[in-house]
C-alpha cells in the first residue's frame, strides 16, 4: 500500500521517469508547508529512487568510460592542488609564529561544488534548482551542504591531517546519492582556504 | 491573531504588549528546537520574538548609568580587535595579489570576517545553560540569516587590489546592535573573538 506523507508518495513509485521524480523533487524542496523532517526523509527517497534509474540507464561504453576517467581526474586533480597550496600556506604561518608575528592557529581546506549556474553550460533556472538539491547532501542547500572535502592544518604541528583522494570520487557519488552521470556534469569545483586566528 | 504550526506569529498580548522576557525566551528555545518548522516558518518567528526580546532587554539596559561606562569598554575592545583583523586580510589579500603575478589565469576574493565567541561559558563562569543557549540560538540566527552575517571584508584579487578603507565605525557596539538583534546587554557579554580570513579561490583549475 501506498504511504503518503503531506500529500506526497513517501517513496518514489517504479514507474516513475527520472524527469517526473526530478519534479517530485523540485516541488517537496519548495514546499514551505512541509516540515525539515519530512523534507529530508522524501528527498532523500527520491533521490535514491533517481540514482537506481539513472544508474540502470547507464551503460559503459568507450565513450562513457573515457569521459568518467576525466571526470575523476579533475576532481582528484583539484582536490591535490587545494591540499599543495594548505600546506604551503601553513608553512607560511609557521614561519610568521617563528618570528613571532601573528599567525593563525589552523588552516582549513574546502572543495565543495560550485554555485550551480556554472555547473554545467547552459543550464535553465529550473535546472539549476534542481542542481542545488541533488548535490547538497540535505534538503536546505546551504555552503556547507556541498562540500565534497575538508581538511584541517594545525600550524603548530609539523604532521598535518592528510586525507587520502584515492577514492574521493566514489565516496562523493555515494556521500550525496549522486550517479555518474551527475559528475560527468560538473566541469569545475570551487576551493576555499580559511585562516584561523584564535 | 495568526498562528504558524501551533505558535502565534508573534510574541505580544491582544492589546499589543510585549510577552514577559522568560515567556519570549522559552518560545525561542521552543522554535530553534522544533524540527517539525521548515527553515522559512523558524526564521519568521523567531525573527519576530528576537525583536522582542532586544525592545525589552534595551529598555531595562538604558535606565541604568552605569552600562554607558561598560559600552565605551566593549567598544574599544570590539574596535581593537577588528583593527588587528584588517591588518592582517590586508597583508593577505596583497601577498595573494602577488601569487597571482607570479602566477596568472585565475581569480580569487578574500574575506574576512570575525565570529563573536559562541562559547561563553568559557569566558563567563556564571552563564547558565539557559543564558548560553539563547545566545547560541541568537548568534546562529544572526549568522545564517543577516545580509551581512559578521563584519569584515571582501577584497576581489586581480593585478592591482582595490580594498576598502577601514572605517572604524562600522566594527563597535553601535554597529552590532543597530544591525543585528544583539540586545546592549549581550553585545557586552564579547570578551573574545575569534577570527577567520578565507581564500576563495575561483576558475583557477
Given at each position: 500500500?501506498?504511504?503518503?506523507?503531506?500529500?506526497?508518495?513517501?517513496?518514489?513509485?517504479?514507474?516513475?521517469?527520472?524527469?517526473?521524480?526530478?519534479?517530485?523533487?523540485?516541488?517537496?524542496?519548495?514546499?514551505?508547508?512541509l516540515?525539515?523532517?519530512?523534507?529530508i526523509?522524501?528527498?532523500?527517497?527520491?533521490?535514491?529512487?533517481?540514482?537506481?534509474k539513472?544508474?540502470?540507464?547507464?551503460?559503459?561504453?568507450?565513450?562513457?568510460?573515457?569521459?568518467?576517467?576525466?571526470?575523476?581526474?579533475?576532481?582528484?586533480?583539484?582536490?591535490?592542488?587545494?591540499?599543495?597550496?594548505?600546506?604551503?600556506?601553513?608553512?607560511?604561518?609557521?614561519?610568521?609564529?617563528?618570528e613571532?608575528?601573528?599567525?593563525?592557529?589552523?588552516?582549513?581546506?574546502?572543495?565543495?561544488?560550485?554555485?550551480y549556474?556554472?555547473?554545467?553550460?547552459?543550464?535553465?533556472?529550473?535546472?539549476?534548482?534542481?542542481?542545488?538539491?541533488?548535490?547538497?547532501?540535505?534538503?536546505?542547500?546551504?555552503?556547507?551542504?556541498?562540500?565534497?572535502?575538508?581538511?584541517?592544518?594545525?600550524?603548530?604541528?609539523?604532521?598535518?591531517?592528510?586525507?587520502?583522494?584515492?577514492?574521493?570520487?566514489?565516496?562523493?557519488?555515494?556521500?550525496?546519492?549522486?550517479?555518474?552521470?551527475?559528475?560527468?556534469?560538473?566541469?569545475?569545483?570551487?576551493?576555499?582556504?580559511?585562516?584561523?586566528?584564535? | 491573531?495568526?498562528?504558524?504550526?501551533?505558535?502565534?506569529?508573534?510574541?505580544?498580548?491582544?492589546?499589543?504588549?510585549?510577552?514577559?522576557?522568560?515567556?519570549i525566551?522559552d518560545?525561542?528555545?521552543?522554535?530553534?528546537?522544533?524540527?517539525?518548522?521548515?527553515?522559512s516558518?523558524?526564521?519568521?518567528l523567531?525573527?519576530?520574538?528576537?525583536?522582542?526580546?532586544?525592545?525589552?532587554?534595551?529598555?531595562?539596559?538604558?535606565?541604568?548609568?552605569?552600562?554607558?561606562?561598560?559600552?565605551?569598554?566593549?567598544?574599544?575592545?570590539?574596535?581593537?580587535?577588528?583593527?588587528k583583523?584588517?591588518?592582517?586580510?590586508?597583508d593577505?589579500?596583497?601577498?595573494?595579489?602577488?601569487?597571482?603575478?607570479?602566477?596568472?589565469?585565475g581569480?580569487?576574493y578574500?574575506?574576512?570576517?570575525?565570529?563573536?565567541?559562541t562559547?561563553l561559558?568559557?569566558?563567563?563562569?556564571?552563564?547558565?545553560?539557559?543564558?548560553?543557549?539563547?545566545?547560541?540560538?541568537?548568534?546562529?540566527?544572526?549568522?545564517?540569516?543577516s545580509?551581512?552575517?559578521v563584519?569584515?571584508w571582501?577584497?576581489?584579487?586581480?593585478?592591482?587590489?582595490?580594498?576598502?578603507?577601514?572605517?572604524?565605525s562600522?566594527?563597535?557596539?553601535?554597529?552590532l546592535?543597530?544591525?543585528?538583534?544583539?540586545a546592549?546587554?549581550?553585545?557586552l557579554?564579547?570578551?573574545?573573538?575569534n577570527?577567520?580570513?578565507?581564500?576563495?579561490?575561483?576558475?583557477?583549475?
Amino acid at each position: 500500500m501506498m504511504m503518503y506523507i503531506d500529500g506526497y508518495e513517501s517513496e518514489p513509485r517504479e514507474e516513475m521517469t527520472v524527469q517526473q521524480m526530478e519534479q517530485a523533487m523540485l516541488r517537496i524542496s519548495e514546499d514551505l508547508n512541509l516540515s525539515s523532517d519530512d523534507k529530508i526523509y522524501l528527498m532523500q527517497r527520491y533521490k535514491i529512487g533517481r540514482s537506481k534509474k539513472l544508474d540502470k540507464e547507464f551503460s559503459m561504453t568507450a565513450e562513457h568510460i573515457s569521459a568518467l576517467k576525466k571526470a575523476k581526474a579533475l576532481m582528484t586533480d583539484v582536490a591535490l592542488k587545494l591540499n599543495r597550496e594548505a600546506l604551503r600556506i601553513c608553512e607560511e604561518e609557521m614561519t610568521k609564529k617563528r618570528e613571532g608575528k601573528r599567525a593563525a592557529f589552523s588552516i582549513e581546506a574546502v572543495l565543495r561544488f560550485k554555485d550551480y549556474c556554472s555547473v554545467g553550460n547552459d543550464f535553465d533556472n529550473a535546472q539549476n534548482k534542481l542542481w542545488s538539491n541533488v548535490l547538497s547532501k540535505s534538503t536546505l542547500p546551504s555552503e556547507c551542504d556541498r562540500i565534497i572535502w575538508r581538511a584541517t592544518f594545525f600550524v603548530c604541528q609539523t604532521r598535518q591531517e592528510l586525507n587520502s583522494f584515492e577514492y574521493l570520487f566514489e565516496e562523493t557519488m555515494e556521500k550525496f546519492i549522486l550517479v555518474k552521470q551527475d559528475l560527468l556534469q560538473v566541469s569545475n569545483y570551487g576551493t576555499t582556504i580559511s585562516y584561523i586566528y584564535n | 491573531m495568526e498562528y504558524i504550526r501551533g505558535y502565534a506569529k508573534n510574541c505580544r498580548t491582544l492589546k499589543n504588549k510585549l510577552l514577559p522576557l522568560e515567556v519570549i525566551e522559552d518560545q525561542i528555545i521552543s522554535i530553534a528546537n522544533d524540527r517539525r518548522l521548515s527553515p522559512s516558518m523558524q526564521r519568521d518567528l523567531l525573527c519576530n520574538r528576537f525583536s522582542d526580546r532586544k525592545e525589552l532587554l534595551d529598555e531595562r539596559f538604558f535606565d541604568q548609568s552605569e552600562n554607558a561606562e561598560k559600552i565605551k569598554v566593549v567598544d574599544a575592545f570590539l574596535k581593537s580587535e577588528s583593527l588587528k583583523l584588517y591588518r592582517l586580510f590586508s597583508d593577505i589579500t596583497h601577498s595573494e595579489v602577488e601569487k597571482m603575478k607570479a602566477n596568472p589565469g585565475g581569480d580569487r576574493y578574500v574575506k574576512a570576517h570575525y565570529w563573536l565567541n559562541t562559547d561563553l561559558r568559557l569566558v563567563y563562569e556564571d552563564y547558565s545553560e539557559r543564558q548560553q543557549e539563547i545566545w547560541n540560538i541568537l548568534t546562529s540566527f544572526e549568522e545564517e540569516h543577516s545580509i551581512e552575517p559578521v563584519p569584515g571584508w571582501t577584497a576581489y584579487c586581480s593585478d592591482e587590489v582595490d580594498m576598502d578603507n577601514y572605517d572604524e565605525s562600522r566594527y563597535g557596539v553601535r554597529f552590532l546592535h543597530e544591525n543585528y538583534h544583539f540586545a546592549m546587554q549581550d553585545i557586552l557579554q564579547i570578551k573574545e573573538l575569534n577570527f577567520e580570513i578565507i581564500i576563495n579561490y575561483d576558475d583557477v583549475h
